[in-house]
């Protein structure tokens, strides 16, 4: 048998239309077929009209789990506490220390209310109030994933969610007890084997076991995203997830095998993951194309891996690392690992990346799981304009507004001449009605 080789597609900042080829080569457009949104949208109308009805119906079909009842679809605090007992010390510990570190990061994310006072007495300022109930969407079917969980719960918990519901696609028992284990850590309420469309209908719209939450995050398939774009305005949502991805910009210093692993890390998700590299050596890229071909038939997921980079993987060679930056920017990486020599000069350049790791020795892979900092990131080039999951996606602001009665003067003239420009009589009129005929007193 031959080993697997692969030939990474390069593309050079010099050209003139290198901004057109990376974008062609990225692929990002969100095409779903109407197929598939005709099949979610008949999944969310069964669940919205037939509760747990349908939610049986679909688990049992999609899922093959054979529940009889939403009671062999549910998890309680006890077994997920048992679950988080029964597991291997070294499983245990490294479930812990992720947790801790995941909760000391996200601590220093909550925001506080506050408000300042005019010199007229009026104050102004904002509340910060955490959402009563959330839903935590954990990805499943083809593997468990404890670290998502942890990514998703703890940010909420620490943002004083006053109840954390999670769905997963894994049955209770054997390898799925992480998943139930690292719920017991995160502090979730509540966890249904449930997975799919369905199961983004059941938390947006409540049935007679699952309730209704205020918002709906994590990632999923195809299915799970659509129908989260789908219900959106009914609940809230985090982000719409797309395939994962990586850039790195090295400056070809860091051993090549280290940055081999690190592409294949990412790549090992699924065909559709995107790994990029983008260097200033055309010496370090061969280097690490040579390391990729030589390392691949090592990897376990080596049929996926090799699919993945040789359909959707890239090499970038720029002139500088200004340059290299500005394709980085183009990219809006979900993860970006700056494995130079002095990143934060490079980080300055820097303006789209969900998560930035900094240096030869922050590996992605550390992020996905402890190094602190959620991995549920903006995908797809979001990272324009969507930011990683924290605790400030579980808080909500309320605005403060409180005039004395010489601030209400002063604002009144000016509100109801913009509101008479917007010929709304009645905003001027409410605004005026409330002109303090001794503008000097605030009593």
């Known amino acids: 048998m031959t080993n697997p080789s692969i030939t990474i597609k390069q593309l050079f900042t010099i050209d003139a239309d290198f901004e057109q080829q990376l974008v062609d080569l990225l692929q990002r457009e969100l095409l779903v077929a109407d197929e598939v949104s005709s099949v979610v949208r008949e999944i969310l109308s069964a669940v919205r009209s037939d509760g747990d009805k349908a939610l049986l119906n679909y688990t049992n079909k999609f899922d093959g789990f054979g529940a009889e009842s939403m009671v062999d679809l549910s998890v309680t605090q006890q077994q997920m506490s048992e679950a988080l007992e029964s597991l291997p010390g070294e499983q245990r510990q490294a479930l812990m220390h992720a947790a801790e570190r995941i909760r000391c990061y996200h601590e220093k994310q909550k925001q506080s ?4 006072e005019e010199s007229d007495g009026s104050v102004y300022g904002q509340k910060v109030s955490p959402l009563d109930r959330v839903g935590v969407y954990v990805p499943g079917g083809k593997a468990n994933y404890p670290s998502s969980v942890l990514m998703l719960a703890i940010p909420a918990q620490v943002a004083g969610v006053k109840e954390i519901i999670a769905t997963v696609p894994t049955q209770y028992g054997g390898d799925g007890d992480l998943v139930f284990a690292a719920a017991s850590l995160a502090g979730v309420d509540r966890v249904f084997t449930v997975g799919g469309a369905q199961a983004v209908g059941a938390m947006a719209y409540g049935t007679e076991t699952i309730p209704r939450v205020d918002k709906i995050t994590g990632p999923g398939n195809i299915y799970v995203t659509v129908a989260k774009k789908q219900v959106y305005g009914e609940v809230g ?7 994962s991805e990586l850039t790195i910009i090295c400056d070809g210093k860091t051993n090549p095998d280290w940055i081999a692993m690190d592409l294949f890390s990412q790549a090992e998700h699924d065909e559709q993951a995107q ?12 280097q690490v194309q040579s390391s990729i071909n030589r390392l691949l038939p090592e990897m376990e997921r080596r049929n996926i891996i090799q699919t993945s980079l040789k359909n959707r993987g890239i090499f970038v060679l720029a002139e500088d690392m200004e340059k290299a930056a500005v394709a980085s920017n183009l990219i809006a990486p979900e993860h970006l690992e700056l494995s130079v020599e002095d990143p934060d000069a490079v980080l300055a350049y820097i303006d789209n990346a969900g998560a930035i790791f900094m240096g030869r020795y922050s590996a992605e892979a550390l992020g996905d799981y402890c190094a602190g900092p959620s991995h549920v990131l903006p995908t797809s080039g979001t990272a324009r304009f969507f930011s990683a999951l924290g605790v400030y996606d579980f808080q909500k602001r309320s605005s403060i507004i409180n005039c004395s009665p010489a ?3 002063i604002l009144a003239v000016t509100a109801a001449e913009l509101a008479r420009n917007e010929h709304l009589q009645a905003h001027a009129l409410s605004a005026e009605c409330r002109l303090d005929p001794n503008p000097e007193s605030n009593d």
């Open 113 to 116: 209310s506050w408000h300042f």
């Open 237 to 243: 949502i985090d982000m719409l997830a797309g395939p």
């Open 275 to 286: 790994s990029i590299l983008i260097s200033t050596s055309a010496d370090f890229l061969a």
């Open 407 to 409: 601030g209400a003067s």
